[in-house]
């Protein structure tokens, strides 16, 4: 089965998790945050653990459960670079995956690590990607009586960048570094447009790009296969499946987790408004009755309304921009990252 991995932050999240548990490969609740304390970092959100829900969602060791740990806060990069707190890191977040009987992880931290220039920092950039290796290995030697398989690391990677190559991207090297340690890749694929810039979601020309720049750095500069992907669109089963190259593409494909929104915006144009979830967008729809249009350009629906003279738009996912998404990550080999569960229309499920 290819991955899919599901976070879910919300009471509808955990609701839909239960429900449609078989649809899923991971769940991933969004329950921790490793930051620095008083004195020393600090593992919050075991307050949030619902052993109940753990239990009534994964039956017969399936789905996977693999909480969210994202990096928080600032400073951190003593994390990176003392022993003791590097060290007592990697202790957190294994025991309390070892206490609560966890099978992994979700490791959030590059966007922290980008925004507060450790990445454009060469030593340190180094010293993050070896953090990412040990915390890897540390889950991979976890044994619990139950388990048949290692813990895994699941690793939060960013979109390419939109102009040239910047310092922030996630790289060929850095992703054959960590091949050992990072069982899957979460590849962020939405959040294209902001309230500063309003727009699409997740254009597809924009994710399919994101894919491409991922199948480039897993099949290397000279691989023609990649280099026909790069050209063409979405891989094709015979390119997949040329000999030894077609096999490595095929196994490291695997590993990659497509990000999908099931959320959307309300912007207020030229600047404004946010996301919104699934309930806010029906009652929109109920309360301005308003014509659906769809962006041939974007591959998303949109649709606009007036209130107080002021002209939003809303884009929000539709069955149609869903399928498109979910094909073109299935034709690829990869699996899916949807964010978040609880923020979509129950009738999304069907096609997953």
């Known amino acids: ?23 899923f490969t991971h769940i991933s609740p969004v329950w921790y945050q490793l930051k620095r304390g008083h004195k020393d970092l600090e593992l919050i959100g075991g307050h949030d653990v619902d052993t ?66 450790t990445l454009q920092n060469s030593k340190l950039r180094q010293k993050a990607l070896n953090f990412v290796q040990e915390l890897g290995s540390s889950l991979h030697n976890i044994v619990l009586p139950r388990q048949t398989r290692n813990m895994q690391l699941i690793f939060v990677i960013p979109p390419v960048s939109r102009q040239a190559q910047e310092l922030r991207d996630f790289t060929a090297a850095d992703m054959a570094y960590l091949k050992d340690a990072v069982d899957a890749y979460s590849l962020m694929t939405y959040d294209f447009s902001n309230s500063y810039n309003p727009g699409p979601t997740a254009p597809l020309s924009w994710m399919r790009t994101c894919i491409q720049s991922v199948i480039s750095l897993i099949g290397g500069n000279d691989n023609p296969i990649a280099d026909n992907v790069l050209k063409l669109g979405p891989v094709s089963n015979q390119a997949r499946h040329q000999g030894s190259l077609g096999r490595k593409m095929d196994n490291n494909m695997s590993k990659i987790l497509v990000g999908i929104n099931f959320y959307g915006n309300d912007f207020v144009l030229p600047q404004g408004g946010g996301p919104i979830l699934g309930h806010e967008y029906l009652s929109l729809l109920s309360s ?20 107080a003279q002021e002209l939003h738009r809303v884009f929000y996912p539709s069955l149609k921009s869903l399928s498109l998404r979910l094909e073109e990550a ?22 997953l």
Not at 1 to 23: H, L, P, Q, V, W
Not at 78 to 86: A, D, S, Y
Not at 330 to 351: H, M, R, T
């Open 52 to 117: 109940d829900w753990i239990k009534d969602v994964r039956q017969e060791g399936q789905p996977l459960i693999v909480p969210r740990v994202v990096l928080e806060g600032w400073p951190l990069d003593n994390m990176l670079v003392e022993t003791r707190e590097k060290l007592q890191a990697i202790q957190l977040i294994s025991s309390e995956c070892r206490k609560r009987g966890y099978d992994g992880i979700v490791f959030e931290a590059w966007s922290l690590w980008s925004a507060y220039g």
């Open 330 to 351: 299935k034709s690829c080999g990869a699996g899916v990252s949807i964010w978040e569960i609880g923020q979509g229309l129950e009738y999304f499920f069907d096609l």
């Open 1 to 23: 089965m290819t991955s899919s991995i599901f976070a879910c932050r919300n009471g509808n999240g955990y609701e839909m998790a239960k429900k449609y548990r078989a649809k």
């Open 288 to 307: 301005y009755k308003p014509k659906l249009s769809w962006d041939g350009f974007n591959d998303e629906h949109y649709f606009d309304y007036t209130v």
